[in-house]
């Protein structure tokens, strides 16, 4: 059985990096037939996909382009887990932040959500 | 960007009526449209995959149907626990977008 399991703060400070992790249990964050993405939800925006990794012969990402510039994916295989970091955060960026899995073309799992503040 | 809409926005409902969401895409997405149900405080839940696919454990009183720009999800008689809030998602193409969503509440 599938489990996501998020961590990271819930406080972040303007101009400061977000960054959060998502374990993986019951798959590989280096299976072929997956990718991995972060998702944030918040009143003003909705659901918004900020961008995802994936193994093909080598690690590859895709990003959205309205955080483009202030956003690294990672994966770490030897703690099958990834990583969102989002650099020069606003209160713009707060919401609950999902990671979620792909397999096939659909987003069939997502994590717990965490709910991140950008506050001073 | 494909801009995805629904309609409507919210609607009331009863125990045992028949619902159906619309969910329209800015250009043809073929069948890479996909349904969630998202409760309050809790992650979006799959329900419908490749715009009429059936996820694995969901009830078969959700159905969907559609292609190309226009897909409408249907439940056929709504149970208590259908009350929720329901979102459709293309992946037809970057960036992946989802839909404003449409809330169904007790009438």
């Known amino acids: 059985q599938l489990q996501l399991q998020q961590s990271g703060p819930g406080l972040v400070k303007p101009s400061q990096t977000l960054s959060l992790t998502c374990a993986i249990s019951?798959?590989?964050?280096?299976?072929?037939?997956?990718?991995w993405n972060w998702i944030r939800q918040s009143p003003s925006r909705g659901l918004e996909w900020l961008g995802r990794?994936?193994?093909?012969?080598?690690?590859?990402?895709d990003y959205a382009v309205t955080v483009k510039s202030r956003i690294t994916i990672n994966a770490d295989t030897s703690k099958n887990q990834f990583s969102l970091h989002l650099n020069s955060v606003s209160p713009e960026d707060s919401g609950v932040y999902y990671c979620?899995?792909?397999?096939?073309?659909?987003?069939?799992?997502w994590g717990q959500g965490t709910l991140v503040t950008v506050s001073s | 960007d494909i801009q995805m809409t629904q309609s409507p926005s919210s609607l009331s409902a009863s125990v045992g009526d028949r619902v159906t969401i619309t969910c329209r895409a800015s250009?043809?997405?073929?069948?890479?449209l996909h349904w969630y149900q998202q409760k309050s405080g809790r992650a979006p839940k799959l329900l419908i995959y490749?715009?009429?696919s059936l996820q694995s454990g969901v009830p078969s009183r959700f159905s969907g149907g559609g292609s190309g720009t226009d897909f409408t999800l249907t439940i056929s008689s709504l149970q208590p626990e259908d009350f929720a809030s329901y979102y459709c998602?293309?992946?037809?193409?970057?960036?992946?977008?989802f839909g404003p969503g449409t809330r169904v509440d007790f009438k």
């Open positions: 990794t994936y193994y093909d012969s080598k690690w590859n990402t």
């Open positions: 979620a899995r792909t397999t096939k073309s659909q987003i069939d799992f």
């Open positions: 019951g798959d590989s964050v280096s299976s072929a037939s997956a990718a």
């Open positions: 250009q043809s997405i073929s069948t890479y």
């Open positions: 490749a715009a009429s």
């Open positions: 998602l293309q992946t037809y193409s970057f960036p992946l977008t």
